[in-house]
């Protein structure tokens, strides 16, 4: 049924009686009748309490408390990570023209952090000008607002508690980010769809439910625009950059790569998208790293979808896959050879691993027989956008392209990209993890146990099915990352037989796959990869894998942590090759239990650790643009 503007706009309000505090005098006009001033005076009297005016121009103040600032910002509650110098070696090291290269690099991959600030919340922008206006005139309270906005790139985040940040008064962060308006409810969102659907508009559809459009009003629609269009100016600047940097660096082929993502900047065509990134993932030998990261774990608006079975089912009929937006971060680094060696001897065991998969021979594995995955291990000088948000946690590394892209469909492969200065922060936990743990089995930890972990996750999301994921709606990232990690624990094993790791090794890698499933604090659904972690440890103390001595202490099982491993990644598998929704949902729902061993250690580690929250120093990036 048809439902009237009217009745969507009372559905709004009863749903978000904050509405009216938050919409403008234009949004009013049009869709109530009114356009009167003495009522506009009125609702800026009611806005008060939020800091907003119906003038049509925001007024900011600043959410956290001046305590609150105070100790947020406090040396020893913020973590701090450094990327390259321009004394690094790495640096020092390059060809004239590599340097040169990377100053064009770093501008184009800050024009990317700025699109990614507007997707994240059409607010970002307008307040880091405010709290850079504040903090020019003196504001010291501003000033630190603005080192927290910097770090976790956006006035909105999570700190390493989980605990919920705004940094604006009065408001948080939408569901729908910046892809989505902000005064969309999901029922409004989803009669929009129906009534579209009604109509014969399946293509304008398609256009809002993809992963790569910024969805907008358009009357008593929604309109979806391509990014590139959405953002052309900052595009076509970032793509002007790539091509200075093409006439610069040393090798052919990263070259080649800059010409093709700048012509994917220019133009709104996924298929040159793809063709950019089907020649990113055959880089291996090139002495400079960009990328441009595209993930879509952080839109919840798409993912209610997958709830309404009614419009779900409409939108199937019609041939419509609903895909969560993508976000956007920029990378630019020094590949380092040494760390690339390692990683490349791990890339010759996977077409074995593959064959160790669960129900292998009921879908095409991503990996084939001519091995489409490159790997390198990289320098950093500068992550920006998604990439570079500190928020809670900071990537590591990435396996991209994900399922979802084009170019995996034309023949493309996948890159695994390393983040060498992350790695600064596994060290900080493995000391506090080491004194958890029973002491006769500290012996066997090394600060490089993370690193082969995660060489082994980032492989793992190359192996199993990936046809039907999309169908899990807002359980497939979780179900996503559960699989990367448990697989890659399923096969210690068979990689210490090969000579991937020594018994050692092989110790410490399974006694830290056990403790780094214990979290600061209890995640919530919307953080896919801790509520993975909740959900491995509850399952390996449902299977014996660990258990807490009246000590205190940790006890790991370490016999029983593979079998464990692989029980769950056979469950795991039947799931994604179904694209079971109601099964994805039993599983997590099962598993994702914060139990009182979580408690405990969650209260062990937040003594541990007080950082709450992080910032990242680029002083090279910095050298560079100002050069």
Same mark, same amino acid.
């Given at each position: 049924?048809?439902?009237s503007?009217i009745?969507?706009n009372?559905i709004?309000?009863?749903q978000?009686p ?6 403008k005098?234009?949004y009013?006009?049009?869709n ?5 001033e003495?009522l506009?005076?009125?609702l ?6 939020n800091n907003?005016?119906?003038?049509g ?16 910002t ?18 020092q090291?390059?060809?004239q ?6 100053k064009?690099l770093?501008?184009a ?8 600030l507007q997707?994240?919340?059409k ?16 504001n010291?309270?501003a ?6 906005f ?7 985040s ?17 569901p729908?980010?910046?892809?989505y ?7 409004e969102?989803?009669?929009?769809l129906?009534?579209m659907?009604?109509e014969?508009?399946?293509?304008e ?23 590139i269009?959405?953002f052309h100016?900052?595009f ?14 040393t090798?052919?082929?990263f070259?080649?790569?800059?010409r ?10 996924p298929?040159?998208?793809?063709i ?12 400079l790293?960009f ?13 209610t ?5 009614e ?16 976000f ?14 390692y990683?490349?001897k791990?890339?010759?065991?996977l077409?074995e ?7 292998n ?11 489409k995955?490159?790997?390198v ?5 500068d ?12 990537t ?6 994900n ?12 890159r695994? #990209?390393? *983040?060498?200065q992350?790695? +600064?922060?596994?060290? /900080?936990? @493995? =000391?506090a993890?080491?004194?958890l743990?029973l ?6 930890l ?8 995660t ?5 793992a ?17 979780i ?20 000579g ?8 410490g ?10 979290l ?6 919307? #953080?896919? *990869?801790r509520?993975?972690? +909740?959900?491995?440890? /509850?399952? @390996? =103390?449902?299977?014996g894998?660990?258990?807490?001595l009246?000590?205190?202490k940790?006890y ?17 598998i ?13 599983f ?11 408690e ?9 650790q ?18």
């Open positions: 049924m048809k439902i503007r009745d969507q009372n709004q309000i009863k978000n904050n509405i009216l505090n938050s919409s005098s234009k009013i006009t049009q109530f009748g009114y356009n009167n003495s506009i005076k009125q800026n009297n009611i806005a008060i309490i907003i005016t119906f003038s121009k925001q007024h900011y103040s600043i959410g956290l408390s001046d305590e609150e600032l105070d100790t947020r406090n040396p020893k509650m913020i973590s701090s990570i450094t990327l390259l110098t321009p004394e690094s070696p790495e640096y090291r390059l060809a023209g590599d340097k040169k290269a990377l064009h770093v501008k991959a800050d024009y990317i952090g700025e699109i990614e997707l994240d919340d607010n970002n922008i307008p307040f880091k000008k405010y709290l850079e206006n504040e903090s020019a005139q003196g010291p309270q000033k630190k607002a603005l080192r927290l910097n770090g976790q790139k956006g006035a909105f999570k700190d390493t508690n989980m605990q919920e940040i705004s940094l604006i008064k009065g408001l948080e962060q939408s729908g980010r910046g892809v308006p902000r005064d969309l409810s999901v029922e969102f989803h009669n929009i129906f009534n659907i009604e014969g508009k399946d293509n559809v398609k256009k809002i439910l993809n992963q790569r459009s910024v969805v907008v009003r358009n009357g008593d629609e929604l309109k979806g625009i391509d990014y269009d959405k100016k900052e076509s600047l970032a793509a002007n950059e790539l091509e200075k940097a093409s006439m610069l660096s090798n052919e082929d070259n080649d790569y800059l093709l993502q700048a012509a994917a900047f220019r133009l709104a065509d298929m040159i998208d793809a950019a990134d089907k020649k990113w993932a055959t880089l291996q030998n090139a002495p790293e990328t441009i990261t595209r993930e879509n774990y952080e839109d919840k608006m798409t993912q979808i997958f709830k309404n079975k419009l779900l089912n409409l939108l199937e009929a019609h041939g419509i896959t609903p895909i969560s937006k993508d956007l971060g920029g990378r630019v680094g020094i590949v380092n050879k040494e760390g690339t060696e990683l490349l791990s890339k010759e065991y077409p691993l593959a064959k160790l998969m669960p129900y021979d009921e879908y095409e594995q991503n990996i084939t027989n001519d091995n995955q490159t790997m291990d990289v320098d950093l000088v992550v920006t956008g998604a990439v570079g948000e500190y928020r809670g946690k900071i590591i590394a990435e396996n991209l392209p399922s979802d892209k084009l170019s995996l469909t034309i023949g493309g492969g996948r695994n #990209v390393y *983040h060498r992350m790695r +600064v922060n596994k060290e /900080k936990t @493995l =000391k993890y080491r004194e743990l002491p006769e089995q500290r012996q066997y090394s600060v490089d146990d993370s690193h082969h972990f060489v082994g996750h980032e492989n999301h190359t192996l199993g099915p990936t046809k039907n994921n999309a169908k899990l709606g807002e359980y497939r990232n179900l996503e990352e559960n699989k990367a990690d448990v697989a890659a624990i399923s096969f210690v094993d068979k990689l210490t037989e090969l991937m790791y020594n018994e050692k090794e092989r110790k890698l399974l006694i830290n796959f056990v403790l780094q499933n214990f600061k604090a209890k995640p919530d659904m919307e #953080v896919a *990869h509520v993975r972690q +909740v959900m491995q440890c /509850k399952y @390996l =103390k449902d299977n894998a660990y258990e807490i009246d000590n205190g940790i790991v099982n370490i016999d029983k942590v593979v079998p464990t491993c692989k029980k769950m990644l056979k469950e795991i039947r799931i994604q090759a179904d694209g079971d929704y109601e099964a994805a949902k039993e997590v729902e099962r598993n994702f239990v914060w139990t009182d061993d979580m405990y250690v969650s209260q062990i580690l937040q003594k541990q007080l950082a709450l929250n992080g910032e990242l120093k680029t002083p090279l990036a910095d050298y560079l643009r100002n050069s």
